[in-house]
C-alpha cells in the first residue's frame, strides 16, 4: 500500500509526518506530495528535514510564497489547467493506493484528486486542518464581492463542463470517502457539508500529539512577551482594507508594549509574506518556525480566528483576541467565545488586557479555562490522534 500526503504547506507536513511514521511502523509507504511551486509555504523544506521523500510537480512559473491566489480566477485557473498534464504524470509515476489531502478546497488540491480518482485511486481522506466554523467569515470590498458572486456563478458551469476542479466548494465537498475531524462541534458540521457523501470520524489532531510535553517547558523568567499571530486577509480574500488594519494593529501594539518594556513579537500566517512585517518592527522581532514554537518562546498571544488557539491551550499560553478594533462585523462571529478569550476593541484595552496578566497566576488561570474550552472543540485522548488518522486510511484498504 502507497500513501501519498498530498501537502499545501509546511503545516501540513507537520500534520502528516506522524501519520507517516505510524503507517511505516505497519509497513505502509508514505510520500510527500509537495505544492510549494503553486503556494510557496515551505512543504518541501519542511519535509526534506524531516527525512521525508518528496514529490513536486513542474510548474511554468514557481510561486512567491502566497502569491497563487492573489489574483484574478481567470488567471488562476489558466494556471490550474496548466498544472494537469505534469500533475498527472506525477500520480501516474507514484501510483498512489491512497490520497491524503489537508485541504480540499484549494484548485490544485482538487486537481490532484480529481486525477487520483481517475486513475482508480482505492480512496481519499480529508484531515480537517484548520477551524471549521458555521458562520463563515464574509469577504469585503467591492472587489472581493465581484469575485465571490463570480465564483459562484461560474462553479456549476465548470461542474457540467467536467471541470469540478476548478469550481468553488467548501470544505468536504470535492468526493473524500472519510473525512478526520479534530472534535465532535467541527464532525457535525462537516457532515452537513459534505452531504453525507463522506464518513466523518473524530480523531483529534495529529501535529498536535507532541504538544502536551512541551507545557511543561513554559516560559517562567523575569519580563513579559507577546506574540501576535496574524491573519491572511487580503490572501484568503477578506479585504485589503482589513489586511492594512491588521499591519496598523501590529505596528501600534509594538510601539505601547515596548514603552512598557513588554517584548513583542509577530508570527505572521504562511499565506502572508513575513518581509511585510520586518519593514515597521524589525527583522528580529519576526519570527519563523511553527506555531507551537513561536508560543513556547512567549507569555501570552494575540491571536484571532486560527487553530493556533488550540495549539495555545495545550501549551498552556493564555490567549487575548482582537475584537472591533480589527474584526468587524463580517468576521466576528468566526472568533472564539468572549466569555473565555478576553477581547480588545483598542490599542488602550490591549494594553489593560496584557498589563493584567503580568502576574503569573492570572495567566495560568486564564490558560485553564481556555484549555477546558478548547476541549469541548477538540478531541484530546490517550490514543494519539496520528494513529487515529492511520487507522482511518488502512480501512481503505479493507
Known amino acids: ?32 506530495l509537495s505544492l510549494d511551486v503553486f503556494y510557496g509555504q515551505g512543504a518541501t523544506a519542511a519535509a526534506r528535514d524531516a527525512g521525508l521523500e518528496v514529490l513536486e510537480p513542474r510548474a511554468r512559473n514557481a510561486a512567491r510564497e502566497g502569491q497563487f491566489y492573489r489574483r484574478w480566477p481567470v488567471v488562476v485557473w489558466r494556471d490550474v ?86 469550481a468553488s466548494s467548501e470544505y468536504g465537498q470535492a468526493g473524500v470517502d472519510v473525512i478526520c475531524a479534530t472534535g465532535p462541534r467541527s464532525a457535525k458540521l462537516l457532515s452537513q457539508q459534505s452531504r453525507g457523501a463522506a464518513r466523518v470520524i473524530v480523531t483529534g489532531q495529529p501535529r498536535y500529539d507532541g504538544l502536551a510535553s512541551l507545557r511543561a517547558n513554559r516560559p517562567s523568567g523575569p519580563g513579559l512577551r507577546v506574540v501576535v499571530f496574524t491573519t491572511p486577509f487580503e490572501a484568503a480574500g477578506l ?21 512598557h518594556g513588554i517584548g513583542v513579537y509577530v ?41 493556533v488557539l488550540e495549539e495555545a491551550a495545550i501549551l498552556g499560553c493564555p490567549v487575548v483576541v482582537p475584537g472591533r478594533i480589527l474584526h468587524d462585523r463580517g ?47 477538540l478531541e484530546i485522548g490517550s490514543t494519539p490522534a496520528s494513529a487515529r488518522v492511520a487507522e482511518a486510511i488502512l480501512g481503505l484498504d479493507a
Open 81 to 166: 489547467l496548466r498544472a494537469r498534464a505534469p500533475m498527472e504524470q506525477l500520480l501516474k509515476d507514484a501510483a498512489p493506493d491512497v490520497l491524503v489531502l489537508g485541504n480540499d478546497t484549494g484548485l490544485i488540491e482538487k486537481l490532484a484528486l480529481h486525477l487520483g480518482r481517475g486513475m482508480g485511486v482505492r480512496g481519499a481522506v480529508l484531515v480537517q486542518d484548520g477551524r471549521i466554523v458555521a458562520s463563515r467569515p464574509r469577504a469585503r470590498g467591492p472587489r472581493q464581492r465581484v469575485l465571490h458572486l463570480m465564483k459562484r456563478a461560474v462553479s456549476p458551469v465548470l461542474t457540467l463542463a467536467g471541470l469540478p476542479y476548478l
Open 239 to 259: 479585504g485589503v482594507e482589513r489586511q492594512r488594519r491588521q499591519m496598523e494593529m501590529v505596528r501600534d501594539l509594538a510601539d505601547s508594549f515596548t514603552r
Open 267 to 307: 508570527k505572521p500566517h504562511p499565506r502572508e509574506d513575513a518581509v511585510d512585517y520586518e519593514a515597521p518592527l524589525g527583522r528580529d522581532a519576526v519570527l519563523s518556525g511553527s506555531p507551537s514554537q513561536a508560543l513556547s518562546a512567549g507569555d501570552v498571544a494575540i491571536v484571532g480566528i486560527s487553530t
Open 331 to 377: 468576521v466576528a462571529a468566526a472568533l472564539p467565545p468572549r466569555d473565555t478569550y478576553p477581547r480588545f476593541a483598542s490599542i488602550e484595552e490591549a494594553m489593560e488586557l496584557i498589563l493584567g496578566l503580568r502576574d503569573v497566576n492570572a495567566r495560568q488561570e486564564l490558560a485553564a479555562r481556555q484549555l477546558a474550552r478548547t476541549r469541548e472543540d
Open 1 to 32: 500500500m502507497h500513501v501519498v500526503f498530498v501537502c499545501s504547506n509546511d503545516t501540513h507536513v507537520r500534520m502528516f509526518l506522524p501519520v507517516a511514521q505510524v503507517l511505516g511502523s505497519r509497513s505502509v509507504a508514505g510520500t510527500m
